[in-house]
């Protein structure tokens, strides 16, 4: 049972265009939502988080937007650089249950030149 | 670098056969994660251990077992691999305190031959 889901295995962005990249969750329990970043060979390095009293989260180029009714949040890339591209990650964990994250299967952005 | 590191970065074994996998966490870190990703996945729990306790559980084998020392570094311990156990194995570490980033270490690719 697939509790997050990013649904676009890859995305190509032109450079200096937005990236949004996105992620769906079933489990309503969960109330804290991050995103990784991943370059080959390389451990997922934190990216940005939101909490569920929130609905946006502003943090430099990236923005994360959370829709608790429809249990969906985006990574918002403004504007898009060459060094971006790499896999992402949305990760959900249920703060007061434990701190295990659970992990969509990620999106291979490609930011084109 | 994430201050987490990571042993041996690549393993390559035959079915059957025991590994163990180690982890140092970054300093003052008290909570160690393993996660394991298998290809074109996301990431799995596996476990975390919390100050030399075990604090919560995943969809861990029963073949697979895990500790974290005094010093507070882990090891994952994989017995009777087999085929389906070729992955990437991360671990990661916090304060363990609620919504602290888990900081993951690059990685040990393992293969079962």
């Known amino acids: 049972d697939q509790q997050v889901k990013q649904n676009s295995p890859s995305l190509s962005v032109q450079e200096g265009r937005i990236s949004i990249l996105n992620c769906d969750y079933t489990?309503?329990?969960?109330?804290?939502f991050l995103w990784y970043k991943k370059y080959p060979a390389e451990g997922p390095t934190f990216l940005i988080s939101i909490s569920s009293i929130k609905d946006k989260n502003e943090d430099g180029r990236f923005t994360v937007f959370l829709n608790k009714s429809a249990k969906h949040l985006s990574l918002h890339i403004v504007p898009s650089q060459p060094g971006d591209s790499a896999v992402y990650f949305c990760a959900a964990s249920a703060v007061f249950g434990n701190e295990k994250l659970t992990f969509g299967t990620g999106t291979r952005l490609t930011i084109i030149p | 670098d994430s201050g987490v590191t990571q042993t041996p970065k690549h393993l390559i074994t035959a079915t059957g056969q025991r590994v163990t996998l180690r982890c140092s966490p970054r300093?003052?870190?008290?909570?160690v994660y393993w996660y394991q990703q298998s290809l074109d996945q996301g990431l799995q729990f596996l476990i975390q251990y919390y100050n030399g306790e075990e604090r919560a559980k995943g969809n861990i084998l029963e073949r697979f077992s895990a500790q974290q020392f005094p010093d507070l570094h882990s090891e994952l311990n994989l017995s009777s691999l087999e085929l389906g156990d070729s992955a990437l194995y991360f671990c990661?570490?916090?304060?363990?305190?609620?919504?602290?980033?888990?900081?993951f270490g690059p990685g040990t690719r393992l293969t079962v031959l």
């Open positions: 300093s003052g870190d008290l909570s």
């Open positions: 990661a570490s916090n304060m363990g305190e609620g919504t602290d980033t888990q900081y």
């Open positions: 489990n309503s329990m969960f109330d804290y």
